[in-house]
């Protein structure tokens, strides 16, 4: 081995530098060479750690705060609907109550929404659900705001049939007529809309669902419908976690898989949740970059349509400009043997530096997941 093998330079930046640093403090290893071997030899055996992320916040969601009522000791239902084929409705569901969906003769695909009902610029978004729980979610997961708030909305504490889906899109009035050649017929977006207009909400407001009792796959990278086989009795139970408008509403595609080709009514309860009920929820945590409208830059909801640019305007984006600094690391003959056997010369032609980053923030990656 020659000296200048053994003394690679790494190009990182400060994000980059913090993360290693914060590591390092957290005692994963005693300095960057040997965060690298630490690295490298996991990746190379095969048998990466599962570490906790140093240095995240310690702070408790305490959202059972947020209780308008005290907690009983058994459920209460509090009201009831029998939701008809193409309709739905807003209702509205405060912390600590349940809102149940009940199948009633069975295979009913329900899409559902929700709002925080004191700001309804935060809603659900199935782009943050998905990514932590999938594309099928189930019992125990949440339901998640949009960025850049990511709070948990709704806790699903039930769900019999485990069939749902945060892929597909609710259905729309164009997706008959291009798929179909309808010129109306019953879409999810409209029903949503009027649905939700009972609190001044505009067509635009509705947003991508959560589709429950809908079963699909990504099948060579294409979402795919299938049919179900929800029966009567089989139900989801939302938790809520925060005040929200929920909004459900049967899908109207009788012409599709969904719901097995035909559409047919769905019970929907509100109870007040029982102190078992909300001891089923595991402890969330709060974060500071769970952002709140005072930390807005632009706090102000436009009313008017057309956009015009703000003469005034500087750009203030975190954390730049990004600038890689060069940090050398001195690998040891075993760790560099093991090292040059596992980078990726492929994507890396004659930039070993380039390589060992990957190689070790791939392993951070990998033995830090949540
Ligand atoms: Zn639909």
Redesign the pocket.
């Known amino acids: 081995m020659t000296d200048l093998l053994t003394r690679l330079t790494l190009h990182l930046n400060a994000q980059q530098r913090e993360l290693l640093d914060r590591s390092l403090a957290a005692g994963e290893a005693t300095d960057l060479a040997g965060l690298v071997a630490r690295a490298v030899r996991e990746r190379a055996s095969g048998t990466v750690s599962r570490l906790p992320v140093p240095a995240v916040s310690g702070r408790v969601d305490d959202w059972r705060s947020r209780l308008a009522h005290p907690v009983p000791a058994e459920r209460e239902l509090l009201e009831e609907w029998v939701l008809e084929p193409g309709t739905g409705k807003a209702i509205e569901v405060a912390a600590g109550e349940l809102l149940r969906i009940e199948q009633i003769d069975g295979a009913q ?1 329900v ?1 559902f929404n929700c709002f925080n009902l004191h700001d309804y610029r935060e809603f659900f978004h199935t782009g943050r659900t998905r990514t932590l729980h999938g594309i099928n979610p189930g019992p125990g997961d949440f339901l998640w705001s949009s960025p850049p708030r990511e709070r948990a909305m709704m806790f699903l504490l039930a769900d019999t049939a485990h069939c749902n889906d945060v892929v597909f899109p ?2 729309s009035a164009n997706l008959y007529e291009t798929a179909y050649g309808f010129a109306a017929h019953t ?3 409209d ?1 949503q809309a009027e649905a939700q207009r009972e609190y001044g909400l505009t067509p635009d407001d509705v947003h991508d ?1 959560f ?1 429950f009792f809908m079963a699909t796959s990504v099948d060579d990278g294409m979402p795919v419908i299938h049919r179900q086989s929800s029966v009567p009795g089989d139900h989801v139970e939302l938790l809520a976690v925060m005040d929200v408008l929920a909004v459900p ?1 049967i ?3 009788d012409v599709m898989k ?1 719901s097995n080709f035909s559409i047919k009514p769905v019970r929907v309860q509100r109870w007040r949740a029982s102190a078992a009920d909300l001891d089923a929820v595991p402890e969330l945590r709060a974060y500071d970059t769970q952002r709140t409208v005072e930390q807005f830059r632009q706090p102000v909801i436009r009313t008017e349509r057309a956009l015009t640019r703000d003469p005034s305007y500087r750009p203030g984006f975190v954390n730049t400009p990004v600038v890689y600094d060069a940090v050398e690391v001195t690998l040891d003959a075993d760790t560099l043997a093991l090292a040059t056997a596992e980078w990726d010369r492929v994507r890396y032609p004659g930039d070993e530096g380039a390589a060992l980053r990957d190689l070790l923030l791939g392993w951070w990656a990998e033995s830090h997941r949540a």
Do not use: K, P, W
Request: net charge neutral.
């Open positions: 695909c899409d609710r259905c879409n999810c977006a029903i669902s589709n509403n899908c109207g595609a969904t």
